[in-house]
């Protein structure tokens, strides 16, 4: 039965978030050859932004453009995107899992008094219905869930459902949609930007990740050095956070960001559960630790216990050699 | 002020987790407050002591998440209620979370209600925001410091590792990031006097509401754990040894190269 089915884009920087694309995918899932409408909210021109949508799998892009908009808040996004759903009446609703996806969408949720389903790693078409799976209990156990009654609304992790590849010859409208937004009951006096620019912690395909073993702001530097060379970023657990060894936006795991690459290398890390919430999903994961017992090796695909400031100048130097040999 | 904690009884994640009857074993397992509903507590007794008033903490579960409401008692919560749903409902989901709760919260006037940011077993995080737009309150969410003069609020949030400064008004619901505080200890007198603070309990029926109402939106088709991992491979020889074994496991073996 085929579906409508609306994606919320999220931008970053003004640029879309790659999440945006993977969550037209799942709605191209779920909505069997029906339509995919994409949303986007923002205070300048967002028609570029919306092309892109269509480029990669969006059949038309409603944009919502209000200097109220400039920065999220759940009251204006909330308002915007209503007002989009009341005239769509879509059968479905898809975002990321992001910050602001999980700010956002419950409370839609609860005013349209339907079911959501939160942090959904895969997305499939299973007999007619469309069943979700998603981690649990910090990621030692998963679980397959659908919705029983009403809109087919979910999040979906960054990093785990292929986006579809961009086509520039996909033609859709994109139309512009003025809201009036109001009465926003939490106002934002100021954002301190902590987060670096460059790669998206939460989209990179490859993570080199320090720990309190990486003993200071300094001791970073290789990890950072393998990172370039990887064409990957620098994460963090919440010790080296708190250690101040770096900021809070380098975060992964429960209270950080919960990311899934292809490449894991935790660098002095320890891997207590909280931490491996955040990670223990990625494809492959290294483990670099001097203490044999450390329990991030019963994650590890590979391990190597030794000192990361021994191990790690000499493994920037055999990739070097292999770029060079390739 | 009118201050009210959303807790969550809840599996304590560092244990192991195996399945039987296709649910979670939870037969000698260890239960929590969940983490962040700490938070919330911490931050509700601190609140309650900077500006009078009284700290209430809710829960809906089984008859055993009494355990829980009374550590929250012996941390310095003054009252307590447990909406025990064990025999009236079979299944339920965040719609019938948020559903129960906002028929309990509306009668209260409630300047303040403050949750978890995530609960660390289902791990949705929507009941904070959900529960916000049914009783037409603001909501911010991950707050990591708050400030209340008055009517006046002002909140730290966590976005993703930037810090977002926001204003807003009572009657608020906030949900707890860590970071906000360090909860206390609950401590021995504290223990003795939690044993006769009012620990209340409730059924749907008390809240005016019937079976009907509070069907889930969602269901879970079946819990699995992921797939075994291979014993992961701990490299051996001297360091240049395993650095070299290393990359070329990356290239050849895993392909991520
Ligand atoms: C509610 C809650 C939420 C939390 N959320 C998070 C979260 O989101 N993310 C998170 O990461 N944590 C989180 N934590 C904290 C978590 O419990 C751990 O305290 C934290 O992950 C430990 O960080 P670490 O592994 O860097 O430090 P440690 O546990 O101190 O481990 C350091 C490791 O480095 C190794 N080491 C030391 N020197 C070297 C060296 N020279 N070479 C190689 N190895 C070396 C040591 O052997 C050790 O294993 C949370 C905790 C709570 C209670
Ligand atoms: C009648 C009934 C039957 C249920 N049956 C099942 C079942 O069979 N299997 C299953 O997995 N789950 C069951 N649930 C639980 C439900 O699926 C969710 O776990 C619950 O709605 C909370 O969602 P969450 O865990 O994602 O919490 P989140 O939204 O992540 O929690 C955020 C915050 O909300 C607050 N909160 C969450 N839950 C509660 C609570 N119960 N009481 C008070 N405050 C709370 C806390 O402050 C918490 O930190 C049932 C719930 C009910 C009411």
Same mark, same amino acid.
């Given at each position: 039965m085929s579906k409508k089915v609306l994606v919320i884009g999220e931008a970053r920087e003004g640029t879309l978030r790659n999440v945006t694309f993977e969550a037209i995918a799942a709605a191209n899932i779920i909505s069997d050859g029906g339509e995919v409408v994409g949303v986007l909210c923002g205070s300048d021109s967002l028609e570029d932004m919306g092309k892109e949508m269509i480029y990669y799998g969006a059949d038309r892009v409603i944009t919502v453009a209000n200097e109220e908009l400039k920065t999220y808040t759940s009251d204006g996004y909330g308002q915007a995107v209503l007002s989009v759903i009341d005239d769509e009446t879509p059968e479905g609703i898809v975002m990321g899992h992001t910050s602001i996806g999980k700010d956002l969408t419950p409370k839609l949720a609860s005013r349209l008094e339907s079911g959501l389903i939160s942090d959904a790693t895969e997305v499939v078409a299973e007999g007619g219905r469309i069943v979700f799976t998603r981690p649990i209990y910090s990621g030692k156990a998963f679980e397959k869930k659908e919705i029983t009654e009403g809109l087919t609304f979910a999040t979906i992790r960054p990093n785990n459902i292929p986006a579809a590849a961009r086509d520039e010859g996909r033609a859709g409208e994109v139309t512009e949609k003025s809201v009036d937004v109001q009465n926003?009951? #939490?106002?934002?006096?100021? $954002?301190? &930007?902590?987060?670096?620019?460059?790669?998206?912690?939460?989209?990179?395909?490859? $993570?080199?990740? %320090?720990?309190? %073993? $990486?003993?200071?702001?300094?001791?970073?530097?290789?990890?950072?050095?393998?990172?370039?060379?990887?064409?990957?970023?620098?994460?963090?657990? &919440? %010790?080296?956070?708190?250690?101040?060894?770096?900021?809070?936006?380098?975060?992964? %795991?429960?209270?950080?960001?919960?990311? #899934?690459p292809d490449l894991y290398i935790a660098c002095g890390i320890s891997g207590a559960i909280q931490h491996l919430a955040g990670m223990s999903n990625s494809k492959v994961i290294v483990a670099i630790n001097k203490d044999p017992e450390a329990n991030i090796f019963n994650v590890a695909d590979y391990g190597i216990v030794g000192d990361l400031f021994d191990v790690l100048p000499k493994l920037i130097e055999e990739i070097k050699q292999m770029k060079v040999n390739a | 002020m009118n201050i009210y904690v959303l807790l969550k009884r809840t599996f304590d994640t560092e244990e192991k987790i195996s399945i039987s009857n296709g649910r979670i074993e939870d037969d000698g397992a260890e239960f929590i407050i969940n983490p962040y509903d700490e938070y919330a507590v911490e931050e509700a007794i601190n609140l309650r002591d900077a500006h009078g008033g009284e700290v209430t903490v809710v829960t809906i579960g089984e008859e055993d998440a009494e355990k829980q409401l009374r550590t929250a008692l012996a941390m310095g919560a003054d009252k307590a209620v447990l909406i025990?749903?064990?025999?009236?409902?079979?299944?339920?989901?965040?719609?019938?979370?948020? +559903?129960? =709760?906002?028929?309990?919260?509306?009668?209260?006037?409630?300047?303040?209600?403050?949750?978890?940011?995530?609960?660390?077993?289902?791990?949705?995080?929507?009941?904070?925001?959900?529960l916000a737009e049914?009783?037409?309150?603001?909501?911010?969410?991950?707050?990591?410091?708050?400030?209340?003069?008055?009517?006046?609020?002002?909140?730290?949030?966590?976005?993703?590792?930037?810090?977002?400064?926001?204003?807003?008004?009572?009657?608020?619901?906030?949900?707890?990031?860590?970071?906000?505080?360090?909860?206390?200890?609950?401590?021995?007198?504290?223990?003795? +006097?939690?044993?006769?603070?009012?620990?209340?309990?409730?059924?749907?029926?008390?809240?005016?509401?019937?079976?009907?109402?509070?069907?889930?939106?969602? +269901?879970?088709?079946?819990?699995?754990?992921?797939?075994? +991992?291979?014993?992961?491979?701990? =490299?051996?020889?001297?360091?240049?040894?395993?650095?070299?074994?290393?990359?070329?496991?990356?290239?050849?073996?895993?392909?991520?190269?």
């Open positions: 926003i009951r #939490t106002i934002i006096k100021e $954002v301190i &930007r902590k987060s670096t620019d460059g790669v998206d912690l939460s989209e990179a395909k490859v $993570v080199i990740a %320090g720990g309190r %073993g $990486v003993k200071s702001a300094e001791g970073f530097e290789p990890l950072e050095e393998l990172a370039e060379l990887l064409g990957g970023t620098v994460g963090a657990s &919440r %010790g080296a956070c708190d250690a101040g060894y770096c900021d809070y936006s380098l975060q992964i %795991g429960q209270t950080g960001k919960v990311i #899934t | 025990n749903t064990e025999d009236d409902l079979e299944e339920g989901d965040q719609f019938t979370t948020v +559903k129960i =709760l906002e028929a309990f919260f509306e009668d209260k006037e409630a300047d303040i209600i403050l949750g978890g940011n995530v609960a660390i077993d289902e791990a949705s995080g929507q009941v904070g925001p959900r049914r009783l037409n309150m603001p909501c911010v969410t991950t707050i990591t410091s708050i400030d209340i003069d008055g009517s006046d609020v002002q909140i730290e949030r966590d976005v993703e590792g930037d810090v977002e400064k926001v204003e807003t008004t009572l009657p608020l619901i906030v949900t707890c990031q860590q970071g906000l505080n360090e909860p206390r200890y609950p401590s021995l007198p504290g223990i003795m +006097k939690a044993k006769k603070k009012p620990l209340e309990e409730l059924e749907i029926d008390d809240l005016d509401l019937d079976e009907d109402e509070v069907e889930p939106k969602t +269901k879970t088709i079946e819990i699995f754990l992921p797939p075994e +991992k291979q014993a992961g491979k701990v =490299l051996e020889g001297e360091t240049d040894d395993q650095v070299k074994e290393l990359v070329s496991l990356l290239k050849t073996e895993a392909k991520v190269l």
